[in-house]
């Protein structure tokens, strides 16, 4: 259970629930022990009338209905306390669970940009869903069930003790080959449950991907072999949790077995002392029904083993990324007010996940209040250039510099509150287009977001909706186009008026004439703000103070555009190609 030390703190955290549960278990199963006690009596004074012990009937009608009045007050006062347990112990199980989901997902929010690159997003919900789920398993039902065992068993031994030692020593005699059966099954079902939480995780990851990609299977007509393939999947997660199950179904017959075996040896042994006048025929009854109160904490020591051990298995798949460190963390430094001057000073950088080399040695300076643009091919690192300056990744050679300080010193929450960022695949959450927009500073009043909306000249085909702003997008904003999609992330970006913007690629899907008015707007908004664009096309780049371009990581060309368009290289092809493409 070394996962499971985990979760520790939120036990601590809790502690007086927890005790008050554990108190009102003790009252309650204190209240339910006393009931075979009762029963004993009666059967007694009734074997005594029939003996001629007592001869009048009188008396045994009322210690009968005394008896009965008593036995109906201890099972409501036991329920009453039932209650307040379940109140007290599976309330503070769904209070850890709501903690735990929290600790992961703000281990979620920590965690780099590259760690979502090597895991995935199916995996990641079902870490947060149904392994908490079996986790909360073990800290509610599994944790009230034990301490319900552990209290009865205690009550119930010792009465059994007290009563007879000799019929209890008997009564326990199969109770070690219910410890070695625990023993041996709890590592069967631990290995299996682990197994069984690993293709759940893969159920997810498909599904999530195939939701993700319907598009694309519907487009290549490949849906009778997704469904195959999660017919197949679906069939081997089936067998591996029949696999479990069968392990776990062998806990209960067992349990019941063993209980049986105690009866049987209660009435055997225990009948031969009655005959031999050791004890009364109420003892028997009385030491049957201790027996049978053990039953169900007996046989749910096979469910509790069975759910810790798939509770073990969950902890420890969500420890893995509890544990895990961020590559990114945070600085201490920050300056007074950000100016906005970037230096690249040697920088290098290759994805550890690919090997990729993105960048190779590169040196440039943005100035405060400049405008640079980038060009290149696909592949030459552009998009690689924006996510240093916004720090989704750290160089793995050099260092970027903003204002004279590295970035790896600076605050990054800080210096993000700085910053502005479009990608080049815009990310829409499904919700309000409003909201959408002022995503970035939530405070945004409507007419900020018009006026944003208007800069990223997208503010007339918003009002053409039927819902305006408050238009409620589908996921990723698959309900509208990819230009609208674009403009919309660039709205976001504006409104929140950083002293750093950051546009990589997002004219792509726009027509020439909406990019032209964009620009406009820009070169008005981008004035003592510095910027850095990232394109393909000479259109969204002529208008920069700086141009840099570059290939495979390097810089190969760096002016401004008049100066690029008379120097042969790969600007001028390029500006000449897409010149004629135009006419």
Known sequence: MKALQHINKYFYKYRYRLIAGIIISILSKYFAVKVPEVVKNSIN??????????????????????????????????????????????????????????????????????????????????????DVGKVRMYVGPA?????????????????MIHIDITLTLYTLIPFPLLSISVFYLSKIIHKRSTIVQEYLSHLTTFGQEIFSGINVIKSYNTEQNMIDSFTNLSNTSKDKNIHLYKAQALFFPSMILLIGISNLIVLYVGGLQYINGVISIGTIAEFIMYVNML????????????????????????????????????????????????????????????????????????????????LGKTGSGKSSIINLVARMYDPSKGSVIVDGIDLKEQNLYEFRKHIGIVPQDPFLFSDSIANNI?????????????????????????????????????????????????????????????????????????????????????QRILDKKTALIVSHRISSAKYADRIIVIENGKIIQEGNHNNLIETEGYYKDLYEQQLLEKE
């Open 438 to 522: 002022r995503f970035g500073i939530e405070k945004a009043d409507q007419k900020m977001i018009e006026n944003a909306a208007k800069d990223a000249v997208i503010h007339d085909n918003i009002s053409g909706f039927k819902e305006g702003y408050e238009t409620v997008l589908g996921e990723r904003g698959i309900t509208i186009s990819g230009g609208q999609k674009q403009r919309i992330s660039i709205a976001r970006a504006l409104i929140k008026n950083p002293e750093i913007l950051l546009f990589d690629d997002c004219l792509s899907a726009v027509d020439t004439e909406t990019e032209e008015l964009i620009l406009k707007n820009l």
């Open 45 to 130: 004074i009734a074997d005594d009338y029939r003996t001629g012990v007592v001869s009048n009937i009188e008396i045994v009608e009322d210690e009968l209905l005394y008896n009965i009045s008593i036995i109906i007050g201890l099972a409501f006062l036991s329920g009453f306390f039932t209650f307040l347990m379940r109140q007290t112990i599976i309330v503070t199980s769904r209070l850890i669970e709501f903690d735990l989901k929290n600790e992961i997902f703000q281990q979620y929010e920590r965690l780099s940009v590259n760690f979502y690159k090597k895991n995935r997003t199916g995996d990641l919900m079902n870490r947060i869903s149904e």
């Open 295 to 374: 039953t169900w904490p007996v046989a749910i020591v096979g469910w509790v083993t069975s759910t810790t051990q798939q509770a073990e298995a969950s902890q420890k798949r969500i420890n893995e990324f509890l544990k895990h460190e961020p590559e990114i963390k945070s600085g201490d430094k920050q300056p007074e007010k950000l100016e906005g001057k970037i230096v690249f000073d040697n920088v290098s950088l290759v994805y550890d996940d690919t090997n990729i080399t993105a960048l190779n040695k590169i040196s440039f300076t943005i100035n405060s209040g400049e405008t640079v643009a980038i």
């Open 143 to 159: 944790v009230m069930y034990t301490i319900n065992m552990l209290v009865l068993f205690s009550v119930a031994i010792y009465k």
